[in-house]
């Protein structure tokens, strides 16, 4: 009876013994390529380079080959018990430089739109495990804005309650530039930002973004000089950052009462300046009115001296007839 028990816990023994075996040998199998990883920049301007990195452990196997795809196409290999190690399989608009390249750094030069899209990494260890292991990334390629963005639509000037329209646009670039706008330094909520569609130009292809800012002034918009500030930043990645702000003031109600005073002030200095004229000059004011009486004072005489005259003569007259 014991010597059965003894043989069914030897047997269990066995086959876990078995069992740590195999897993051991498995392991000893997997163990040689590993820690695989391929870091290629998320986005890079339109002529500047690129430089895309495979790293891998083999964990004492040889490297067999190290080999670089654009999507399923291989450009470049990289064979280190080669004479020359580097191999390039011509793909149209993909220049590499070779001199800066090896089995972990590869360098692209002249980068363009065309090069957009997944690059893939494919390392191989020799014997004995031959393991292969792939690992990709993506590359965008961006055409930045030649200009900054610009704002149309600002005034110089606000009153509260009325809607502020300002309208901020980036053009020429590839994607479309984001638009971020703030309002007195502070990042404006999207329900008061209008997008527009992206355009694209037909003739080479870059694109406009466009965003319109709508926001209802109130009193607390206005800084305490009476000023606020408007603010839109066009940003690609991390390639492109530029920025372009304006500023307008407070158009305040017309002060009446003021305005009356000066107004008032200035007849007031007009009529002083009347009045002190005719002081300063009273025959030039006199004049005028002393002329119609010295004609009609000489009239009169006339008129009693040829009367004399008249009576002077009738009375001869009658005395010579007497």
């Keep these: 009876m014991k010597s059965a028990k003894h043989l069914i816990c030897n047997h269990f023994l066995f086959l876990h013994l078995y069992n740590v075996l195999v897993l051991i040998n498995i392991n000893s199998l997997v163990t040689g390529l590993s820690h695989v990883r391929v870091l290629v920049p998320d986005a890079v301007r339109s002529g500047d380079s690129a430089e895309l990195l495979c790293h891998f452990d083999l964990e004492g196997d040889a490297l067999y080959s190290v080999k670089w795809y654009k999507g399923r196409r291989e450009f470049y290999r990289y064979t280190p018990r080669e004479n020359p190690p580097t191999k390039v399989f011509p793909i149209p608009g993909l220049e590499i430089k070779v001199r800066k390249s090896n089995s972990t750094h590869l360098v692209l030069d002249n980068i363009h739109p065309g090069l957009a899209g997944r690059y893939s990494c494919e390392v191989s260890a020799d014997a004995p495990s031959f393991h292969t292991a792939l690992m990709s990334g993506d590359m965008d390629v961006v ?36 638009l971020t706008w703030f309002f007195n330094g502070e990042q404006v909520q999207p329900k ?25 002034l109130k009193k607390n918009h206005f800084s305490s000089q009476g000023r606020f500030k408007v603010r839109c930043i066009a940003s690609l990645h991390s390639l492109y950052w530029q920025t372009t702000e304006k500023s307008a003031e407070e158009e305040k109600p017309k002060n009446m009462a003021v305005l009356t005073g000066r107004e008032m002030a200035d007849q007031d200095y007009r009529g002083f300046q009347e009045i002190h004229s005719r002081e300063e000059n ?20 006339a008129s009693n001296f040829s009367l004399l005259i008249l009576c002077v003569w009738t009375v001869l007259y009658f005395q010579v007839l007497i």
């Design 143 to 178: 055409v930045t804005p030649k200009h900054r963005p610009s704002l149309q639509g600002i005034k110089h000037r606000y009153k509260v309650g009325e809607l502020l329209q300002v309208n901020c646009t980036s053009s020429g670039s590839r994607p479309a530039a984001n």
């Design 192 to 216: 008061f930002v209008k997008l527009y569609k992206t355009v694209v130009s037909p003739i080479d292809g870059l694109e406009t973004s466009s965003s319109t800012l709508e926001i209802p």
């Design 282 to 301: 009273p025959y030039f004011v006199k004049a005028a009115p002393s002329i119609p009486n010295i004609e009609a004072s000489n009239a009169t005489t």
